[in-house]
């Protein structure tokens, strides 16, 4: 866990993925000592007309993205940030259910690799013990309203020590490492990520986002039932979760105010925003 590249991961990285572990993902893959964002690359790549299932892989990022223009803390050598090229043959408006179902792979090879027991909180944070080992990034390019491709980002805290992260985000974020007490094979776990992704893009692709969606209530059923605040990009709503729908849109109730002649509920879809639980989360 020093500052020099680690070329141990890559050739982990080669030799798993040339067992038959996946068909589609990770072929090619492209594998970078340091980049500055797999997504950047990934996005001009597939511009470029890359195949579906390229990956592009590196062991240390020095501007890694997060959604809305955030940073992604990426350090060498110890976790995992990779981007996936896609091109389903479907709308764009499918795009966000890419994210729900990467948060599903995630959390599927988080239980096979370290038996810990992860969380998401909508749409596609990972969390182990309420703290974040996970973010994903998904972008997309269109020709009208269908998608040309889609690239996914996802970044996994696999080793990390708790000093790899800035102060303010040691209260919120930690490691599979740092949950588990022992160390997490890096390039066992990419594989296994892959092995899930694909699994579950193929289910997605052949009977759509409600056999993917279900896996996904499972993680996220802490977040049932609790009142949230969303920020999203139609404004501030509160209310309490009520589950997703079948397009993976956030589905809450809401009330209107007090002191109206006739208080009302209702349902409201929610495709993109950030959640805050009220009780916190
Ligand atoms: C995300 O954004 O969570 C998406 C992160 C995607 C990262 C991957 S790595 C591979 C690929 N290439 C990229 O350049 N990006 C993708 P968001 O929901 O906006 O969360 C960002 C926020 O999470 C930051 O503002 C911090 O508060 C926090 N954060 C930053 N780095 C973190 C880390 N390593 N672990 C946990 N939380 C972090």
Redesign the pocket.
Known sequence: MDDLPDHGFETALVSQLSQPATRLLGRPLRFFDTID????LAARLAREDAAEGTVVIADA?T??????G?????PPGV?L???VILRPRKLTSAAPQLSLLASVAVAETIVQQTQLAPTIKWPN?VLVAGK??C???TEMQANGSQLRAVVI???V?IN?PLAS?PEA?QD??SSLFLMRGEPVDRAAFAVSLLTHLEKLYVLWLEKGFPAVGAAWEGYASDLLGKSITVTAPEGIISGTVRGIDRDGALLVETVSPEGQARPSSRVQRILAG?VTVVDGY
């Open positions: 964002s797999t997504n950047t990022q501007g890694g993205k997060g959604r809305l955030r940073n992604w803390v990426s976790n940030y990779l981007s944070d974040k080992v973010g994903i990034l980002g996802i970044g805290n990390a992260f985000l919120k974020a950030d």
